[in-house]
């Protein structure tokens, strides 16, 4: 079976549930672990922007 959504990762595998996540995306490292502890799910600190679906190291 194919799939005709853009994006769509992979076409052999066809959710009808799927969300496109593609696009700008707030990033920031937790190397401390914090991010619970903080609530960032609450209050994101904006500290990068990504490009999804490509990698922090991309230029945007």
């Given at each position: 079976?194919?799939?005709?959504?853009?994006?769509?990762?992979?076409?052999?595998?066809?959710?009808?549930?799927?969300?496109?996540l593609?696009?700008?995306?707030?990033?920031?490292?937790?190397?401390?672990?914090?991010?619970?502890?903080?609530?960032?799910?609450?209050?994101?600190?904006?500290?990068?922007?990504?490009?999804?679906?490509?990698?922090?190291?991309?230029?945007?």
């Amino acid at each position: 079976m194919k799939c005709y959504i853009k994006d769509y990762p992979r076409p052999q595998f066809v959710r009808k549930e799927w969300q496109n996540l593609n696009g700008k995306w707030n990033f920031v490292f937790d190397d401390n672990d914090e991010g619970e502890i903080k609530k960032y799910f609450k209050d994101f600190p904006i500290n990068k922007k990504i490009i999804v679906p490509f990698t922090y190291e991309s230029i945007s």
